[in-house]
């Protein structure tokens, strides 16, 4: 939802991705364990029972998942597209997103990209931007 055309998370949106069981594709997602997204993509997988598609340049298999390279290699449906990419490369990851039916894009804390969350809400998805679920999760006892 946008306010002054900012975009601002919806608790109950965030709540509804923590809580129900999903395919979360995590773009960002390699076996480096430098990399946030590592230990993050573990917590959504673990302690919040997602299943997690791990998205990279490489297509690394992650956490005992199968890797793509690009989301529109997935086969099925994506309910979350978690964006560990660079504020200026995120609006691509969104349009992909939008562009393969996928329900919601997460954008992770300092990703913000505010007219790929317009987009992306224009096209009917769920936005959350600039936090993440190891931060959100807690609010609501998960």
Same mark, same amino acid.
């Given at each position: 939802?946008? $306010? &002054?055309?900012?975009?601002?998370? &919806? ?9 129900? *069981? ?7 997602? =390699? ?8 230990? +993050? =993509? *573990? ?8 299943? !997690? !598609?791990? +998205?990279?340049?490489?297509? &690394? &298999? ?6 793509? *390279?690009?989301?529109?290699?997935? %086969?099925? %449906?994506?309910?979350? $597209? ?11 990851? +969104?349009?992909?997103? !939008? ?12 990703? !913000? ?13 769920? $936005? $959350? ?14």
């Amino acid at each position: 939802m946008a $306010v &002054d055309g900012a975009h601002v998370n &919806d608790p109950a949106v965030v709540e509804r991705l923590l809580r129900e *069981k999903g395919r979360w594709a995590v773009v960002g997602l =390699s076996n480096n364990p430098l990399r946030t997204a590592l230990g +993050v =993509s *573990k917590y959504i997988q673990d302690h919040l029972g997602m299943e !997690i !598609i791990p +998205v990279s340049l490489k297509g &690394d &298999d992650v956490h005992g998942n199968q890797g793509y *390279k690009r989301l529109s290699d997935i %086969p099925g %449906p994506i309910d979350v $597209v978690d964006c560990f990419v660079n504020s200026s490369r995120v609006g691509d990851v +969104v349009d992909q997103a !939008i562009a393969v039916g996928a329900k919601a894009v997460w954008l992770q804390l300092g990703v !913000i990209d505010e007219a790929a969350a317009r987009r992306a809400e224009d096209a009917g998805l769920d $936005v $959350v931007m600039n936090t993440c679920p190891v931060i959100e999760a807690p609010h609501f006892g998960l």
